[in-house]
């Protein structure tokens, strides 16, 4: 598609959060280049001293980033070293906030379809005052099992391939969980889910994650959204496809499966807005049946055996 088949621009910031893979970088800096935001902010992690190529494929990726070519103020934040994906997105995102007040992320994996800027561009601005709302998704895994009469609605669950946010949202995040083993003893976990199997389920995901054994930034999002009884806007179509499963994945090295490059879906505007802000339990439960509901397993290994066997 060229620029001028795609006459919308972004008006939010756009995060872009970049490491070594080129190839999928390129396809994901193609469609920002596309929705031409005025501000891009780049936050990179830098090689790894054990990897031989790797400072190469760091300094590719980061070429990408200097061919912008339209009116757009580019800031960047490139680690020298690696620093690993829950410390170098978490601080990432960290920047991004002291820059602006809301931003779209993308990583480097997550290929948009068209209609996502426009939709949170849409989402940001309708909810950004409403403290209730903590992130806008651009993934939908409901594989047609909720059509919806509405463009979105409204859920327990962060998904993160592509979203947007607030600082006034992000001020909750901590990486480290530092209220975790607080939370745990209060029962929380188990106030807030009815099904027993869902509390035990994140019950062992927090533990894992707040020891450190995970290797990754979104869990703790997800905990500082549930503190705050959070929801996150979800679209009614998929707007995101994850091209980056397989080798050089750091989480999705694993070839196919369920959710390895979905099909996405134009999202048509206006958009129909749900008339009321309520999380859609039923949505949620479907969600929780197909990830969240494995034997106890460490978070990786569950997540591998649930969508390749």
Known sequence: MSVDENPY?????VAFLVFNRPETTRRVFAQIAKARPVKLLVVADGPRCDRAGEQELCRKVRDIIGSVDWNCEVLTNYAEEN???ALRISSGIDWVFSKVDEAIFLEDDCLPEPSFFRFCDEMLNRFR??????????DNFQFGSR???????????VHIWGWASWRRAWK???VRMTL???MKQSGWLHDLFENKRDAMYWEDVFDQTYQGKTGTWDYQWLFACWQQSGLSVIPSVNLISNIGFGAGATHTEV???KIAAMATQEMLFPLSNPPSVIRDSLADNHTARLFF???RLSPVKRFFRQFFG
């Open 129 to 138: 005052n409403n403290e209730k709302i903590m992130s806008i998704s651009g």
């Open 180 to 182: 975790w083993p607080q």
């Open 147 to 157: 059509p919806s009469n509405f463009s979105y609605y409204f859920s327990r669950y």
């Open 9 to 13: 621009s972004c008006k939010s910031p």
């Open 172 to 174: 909750f995040y901590d």
């Open 293 to 295: 509901r494995t034997s």
């Open 255 to 257: 070839k196919g499966g």
């Open 83 to 85: 620093m690993g994906c």
